[in-house]
């Protein structure tokens, strides 16, 4: 029996299942930004491995300017100019993607009547953009990688997350975009599963046998 759930944030939240370098990839391709794929992709994982080794995102940081931080790191990367217009052009539609879809995803955690937890690779201000988009409140708790020092797929931060809803890991269903980083290691932690199967990062072969459900809409879960 399902009595809890634990969400992942980024690409689940935030983009309706879409990876976000799926999602970054689009908005390239709607303002015109002159790279191939493959050069975006280049950047994409440049920008995401600085801002790891790196503490350039602070707590106080919105996602906003987490996003242009982001933009700035990859358009650097790819030596485009002038980056700074592009950089606008871009946080701006990615920013209002992402307040629609947000909105949509509030809607759907205030109807879920269940106790809930937040366990998301983060940089450390989560707690900041969970306020920005009116999601602060409606988790018990928050485990946050950059907090907690544990990164998924490391089935601990799931542990983590059962632990502060004071249930049993087959009670708890964990629900995430990812087979790598959330569906394999909720699994080894004994939870249930739910892969909010959107766009991914890449093409390859998926078993689909390994969540206990799939779902293409957070409505599904009403």
């Known amino acids: 029996m399902i009595t809890g759930f634990i969400f992942d944030y980024g690409g689940t939240l935030d983009t309706g299942g879409c990876h976000w370098g799926k999602v970054f990839w689009h908005a390239y391709q709607q303002v015109g930004v002159p790279v ?39 358009l650097d990367y790819l030596t485009l100019s002038p980056s700074h217009l592009l950089t606008s052009s871009l946080s701006h ?25 937040l366990v998301s690779n ?3 201000n989560i707690s900041t953009v969970l306020s920005e988009f009116g999601l602060d409140g409606l988790f018990l708790d928050v485990i946050e990688s950059a907090v907690v020092g544990i990164r998924k797929p490391d089935p601990r931060i799931f542990t983590l997350g059962v632990d502060a809803l004071g249930l049993k890991p087959e009670q708890v269903v964990v629900v995430g975009d990812s087979i790598d980083k959330d569906i394999l290691p909720a699994k080894q932690a004994g939870c249930q599963t739910i892969w909010f199967k959107g766009e991914g990062w890449t093409d390859d072969p998926v078993d689909e046998t390994l ?12």
């Open 36 to 74: 191939t794929e493959a050069q975006f992709r280049e950047a994409y994982v440049h920008a995401e491995r600085t801002l790891g080794r790196n503490p350039i995102i602070r707590p106080g940081f919105t996602f906003r300017r987490t996003l242009e931080t982001k933009l700035r790191l990859q």
């Open 93 to 117: 539609l990615l920013y209002s993607q992402t307040v629609e879809q947000v909105a949509h995803s509030r809607d759907i955690l205030r109807r879920l009547d269940a106790p809930k937890v």
């Open 122 to 124: 983060f940089y450390g």
């Open 211 to 222: 969540p206990d459900r799939i779902i293409t809409d957070l409505q599904q879960l009403l």
